[in-house]
């Protein structure tokens, strides 16, 4: 049996691959910061399904969250920016931005760091940045930062890792999650040359192929329809 771990796993795209996941076959466990949410989700999704409070914007504390965690092939950290990230040069908020830093960039390296002696030798890790590393938008001066980030830290840690593979995934805007399901005709739609917004599923699908592609490490892969070339 394959154990999969998602940190981020009850949001839209984390809570897809673990139901994804938990399809076929494998021991899933999904992390949110609610220990109450991430158990409801699980149940949902059913199966080997777990639930377990982790908070990534307190790294000390990560290390004592996962320590029941027993061996792991696959690890997914897709924990989103939230709304706290958006921020701008003109009403910086410090603390906003120190607390976004420190979840996707601090938070997913000691996880990483937590988890590494669990890794089974075949073991595998995607880790979730963002379109707005390539297309700034007003008010993502962090978000555009810190998944920039991500892609420099996958780079590094797939040396320091090796031969565990790393890679990031970078979805664009996806029309049916939970942010933007209400809204279908965003703007994006008319410069994506799909003519559509990518899919939760497509999200899924890519995920899977970076995790269980055995040739493929320390890349970025953009999800996005083809709107960065616009």
Partial sequence: MTSTLIVGGTGSLGSGIARNRAALG???VLTSRSADRAEKVARDIGGDSHGLALDLSDPHGIESSLSEIGP????VLATAANDTSR??????DVDAAADSVTVKLVGFTETIRVVRERFTPSASVVVFGGLARNRPYPGSTMVTTFNAGVSGLVRTLAL????IRINALHPGVVGDSSRWRDQPEHPAIARTPLGRLVTIAEIVDATDFLLTNTGVCAID??????????
């Fill in 26 to 28: 494998d021991h899933v």
């Fill in 72 to 75: 792991v092939d696959h690890l």
């Fill in 87 to 92: 921020n701008t040069l003109a009403t910086f």
């Fill in 160 to 163: 320091e890792l090796a031969p």
């Fill in 221 to 230: 892969l953009m999800i996005d329809g083809g709107l960065r070339a616009t």
